[in-house]
C-alpha cells in the first residue's frame, strides 16, 4: 500500500470517528457498548495508519541524505577533513588518529598539498604584483642565469656559405636563491574552532593568505637589506626583491613629473614593454593623478572602465602597495617593467604548521604558525627599472 492509499484509509476512517460521535450529540447521548467498541478500533486504525505515513516519511529523509565515505571523498575533501582533525586535536590536546594522514616535519606537521596550494592561489589572489613574479618552488640553493644590461652580448647576423659565425661572447652571471625561514602567525578563536570542517578550513587559510600576502609583497618589492653598525652586522640580508633595479634619478626630492614618467616607461627595452606595469604607493598614485598635459589641462593618468575601474598609465596598467615607499629625499617610488621576466621568486609550497595553545589561552583563541621557505631577486635587469626621488 502506498502513500497515498494510506492517506485515504485514514481519512476515511477519521470520517467514519466523527459520524459515531456526531450521532450521539444529535440524540444527546452517550456512545453505545456497540459504538465505543467501533470507534476504539477506528482509532487505533487511524494510529497504525499515521504511524506507518511518518515511517515512510523518515525513510524518504533518509534517502535524501548524500552519505559521505572516506572512499567516496576527493583529495581535497579528505585534506580539508584532515587537517581541520589535526587542528582540533592539537586545541583539545588530544591524540591525531593514524588515519588522518597528517606527517611530522622540522617546523611542525605538513600542511596537506591541497590545503598549501589553496593558500598560495589565495596569496596570487591578493597580491597581484607576487602573482606575477617567475615562481621556482624547490629545495635548497636555487642558482639561475642572471640577465644584466652589459652581458647579453648575443646576436643575429648574414653569413655566407661555407664561412665561420663569429660568435659574440655572453657571459652570464647567475642569482643564487637560498631558503630563508619566513612564518606567519594568525590566531583563530576556539568558538569557531568547534564549528564544522570547512568553515575551520577555509578561516585559517583565509587568515594565513592575508598575512603571507602582505609579507611577501612587501620581500619581492624592497626585500630586507644587511644594516651594519660599525662592525656589527644588525640585521642580516634576506630576500632582496627589486630593490637592486637600475635607477633613474628625479629633479626633485619632493615631486614626479610626466617627463620622468616617460623616460622610466621608455628606458625599458620594447621586448618587455607587452605585459609592463606601474607599482606605487597609494600616495604616490594620487600625486600623479594630478599630472596634467601641458596644453591640453587633461589628466595623463586615464581611469580603464574595460578592466575593472583600474588606472592606466601611459598604455600600462598601475598597481598599488603600501610596500612602497613615499616620495620624500632618496626613496625609490615608482617601479616599471615586466614583473615575470625580471623578477625570481623561490618559494617551497610545502607549508608547516605550528599550533600555539597556552599562549592565547586568556584570549580564548589559537595560534597558527604556518612555516615555510622564500627568497627573491632579479633575474632579468633589462626588464625593469625604479624611479628614485633625488
Known amino acids: 500500500m502506498n502513500k497515498k492509499e494510506l492517506m485515504e484509509k485514514l481519512n476515511d476512517a477519521q470520517e467514519s470517528m466523527t459520524g459515531i460521535v456526531e450521532a450521539a450529540k444529535a440524540e444527546n447521548r452517550t456512545l453505545t457498548a456497540e459504538e465505543s467498541e467501533q470507534f476504539g478500533k477506528l482509532e487505533a486504525e487511524a494510529k497504525q495508519i499515521k504511524s506507518t505515513i511518518e515511517a515512510m516519511n523518515s525513510v524518504a529523509k533518509m534517502e535524501q541524505v548524500h552519505i559521505i565515505t572516506p572512499s567516496t571523498l576527493t583529495e581535497e575533501e579528505q585534506d580539508v577533513k584532515n587537517f581541520a582533525q589535526m587542528i582540533r586535536a592539537a586545541v583539545n590536546g588530544e591524540v591525531l588518529q593514524n588515519d588522518a594522514n597528517i606527517t611530522k616535519g622540522a617546523n611542525g606537521v605538513i600542511i596537506p598539498k591541497t590545503i598549501a596550494s589553496k593558500i598560495i592561489e589565495e596569496i596570487k589572489d591578493i597580491s597581484p604584483i607576487f602573482a606575477r613574479a617567475t615562481h621556482y618552488n624547490?629545495?635548497?640553493?636555487?642558482?639561475?642565469?642572471?640577465?644584466?644590461?652589459?652581458?647579453n652580448n648575443t646576436a643575429m647576423a648574414y653569413a655566407d656559405e661555407f664561412d665561420e659565425l663569429q660568435a659574440k661572447d655572453a657571459t652570464f652571471t647567475s642569482v643564487d636563491l637560498t631558503g630563508y625561514l619566513a612564518g606567519?602567525?594568525?590566531?583563530?578563536?576556539n568558538s569557531l574552532i568547534n564549528n564544522t570542517d570547512i568553515n575551520l578550513t577555509n578561516?585559517?587559510?583565509?587568515?594565513?593568505?592575508n598575512a603571507a600576502a602582505e609579507f611577501y609583497e612587501k620581500e619581492t618589492l624592497i626585500g630586507t637589506p644587511q644594516i651594519i653598525d660599525g662592525t656589527t652586522i644588525v640585521q642580516a640580508r634576506k630576500s632582496k626583491g627589486i630593490s637592486g633595479a637600475t635607477a633613474i634619478t628625479t629633479a626633485s626630492a619632493s615631486a614626479i613629473t610626466a617627463d620622468e614618467l616617460i623616460g622610466l616607461q621608455d628606458a625599458v627595452k620594447s621586448a618587455f614593454q607587452r605585459n609592463a606595469c606601474w607599482?606605487?604607493?597609494?600616495?604616490?598614485?594620487?600625486?600623479?593623478?594630478?599630472?596634467k598635459y601641458t596644453g591640453t589641462g587633461e589628466y595623463i593618468l586615464a581611469p580603464d572602465y574595460r578592466n575593472g575601474f583600474g588606472n592606466m598609465l601611459l598604455g600600462k596598467p598601475v598597481f598599488t602597495s603600501d610596500a612602497m615607499a613615499t616620495i620624500s629625499t632618496g626613496n625609490k617610488t615608482v617601479v616599471y617593467g615586466d614583473i615575470e621576466q625580471a623578477l625570481a621568486v623561490k618559494l617551497v609550497e610545502q607549508f608547516e604548521l605550528q599550533v600555539l595553545r597556552e599562549k592565547y589561552a586568556t584570549q580564548h583563541a589559537t595560534g597558527f604558525v604556518?612555516?615555510?621557505e622564500f627568497d627573491s631577486d632579479i633575474q632579468n635587469e633589462q626588464a625593469i627599472r625604479v624611479l628614485k626621488q633625488a
Do not use: E, F, Q, Y
Open 138 to 151: 624547490v629545495k635548497g640553493t636555487l642558482s639561475i642565469p642572471k640577465i644584466t644590461d652589459a652581458n
Open 184 to 189: 606567519v602567525l594568525v590566531k583563530v578563536s
Open 203 to 209: 578561516t585559517v587559510i583565509h587568515l594565513m593568505a
Open 279 to 291: 607599482i606605487m604607493h597609494p600616495s604616490t598614485l594620487t600625486a600623479i593623478r594630478k599630472l
Open 370 to 372: 604556518g612555516w615555510t
